[in-house]
């Protein structure tokens, strides 16, 4: 199985800030990456698939870069409703594999 | 407008099989695929398996065993069944819609089970 590592586990920031979390995978897998973003109490929603596109209604302070085995998402320029977990994803192969997460704080 | 909501038991005992129902809205079975993904303390985000638009179905060798999923698209609903639960199967056990591309766009806001006696 792909083996997703995410860092840093934790992270605190303010807003107004700008923030990078780093996804990086065990063997390439090419661009097909996807972000989630996690609310207590919340569904998970979907933030960016392919390694960098937007889903429709993901505001674009967050972007996110890479291909092959090492992908970020950053957040520009932080507003108080992202903070909370994120999680990559990769579907380059069976089983889909996720990330352990990423917990953005408010400092 | 989209929506899925899981529902299930919330307390199993060890040995036993889980059913867990994914009803939905906004959207038909037969265009999506529909997944299952579970968190556990132990091992974060796993992906389950899923049913293709067509019905067919695949699992991750690590549940084929004991894991079936099927669907009624009469009631859009999609249901999630496990047998020989064990402890370490407690998490909260979610469904989410893909169009077949590996990422999930919709999902639900998941159901707590624990397993035991």
């Known amino acids: 199985d792909v083996q997703m590592t995410q860092s840093p586990s934790y992270l605190a920031a303010s807003p107004g800030e700008s923030v990078s979390i780093s996804c990086k995978a065990s063997k390439s897998i090419s661009n097909y990456l996807a972000w989630y973003q996690q609310k207590p109490g919340e569904a998970y929603k979907l933030l960016i698939y392919?390694?960098?596109t937007l889903q429709s209604g993901t505001p674009s302070r967050f972007s996110g870069s890479g291909s092959g085995t090492d992908f970020t998402l950053t957040i520009r320029s932080l507003e108080p409703e992202d903070f909370g977990l994120y999680y990559c994803?990769?579907?380059?192969?069976?089983?889909?594999?996720f990330g352990a997460g990423t917990k953005l704080e408010l400092k | 407008q989209v929506q899925l909501k899981e529902t299930g038991p919330g307390l199993v005992q060890p040995t036993q099989t889980l059913s867990i129902t994914c009803t939905v809205s906004g959207f038909s079975l037969t265009s999506y695929y529909m997944q299952w993904v579970r968190q556990t303390p132990g091992k974060g985000l796993e992906w389950m398996g899923f049913?293709?638009?067509?019905?067919?179905?695949e699992y991750n060798s690590e549940f084929k065993s004991r894991l079936s999923i099927s669907r009624d698209t009469s009631k859009n609903q999609v249901f999630l069944k496990m047998n020989s639960l064990k402890t370490e199967d407690t998490g909260v056990y979610y469904c989410a819609r893909g169009r077949g591309y590996g990422h999930f766009d919709y999902w639900g806001q998941g159901v707590m089970v624990t397993v035991s006696s």
């Open positions: 392919s390694g960098s």
């Open positions: 994803q990769q579907y380059y192969e069976k089983p889909y594999t």
């Open positions: 049913i293709r638009s067509g019905g067919s179905t």
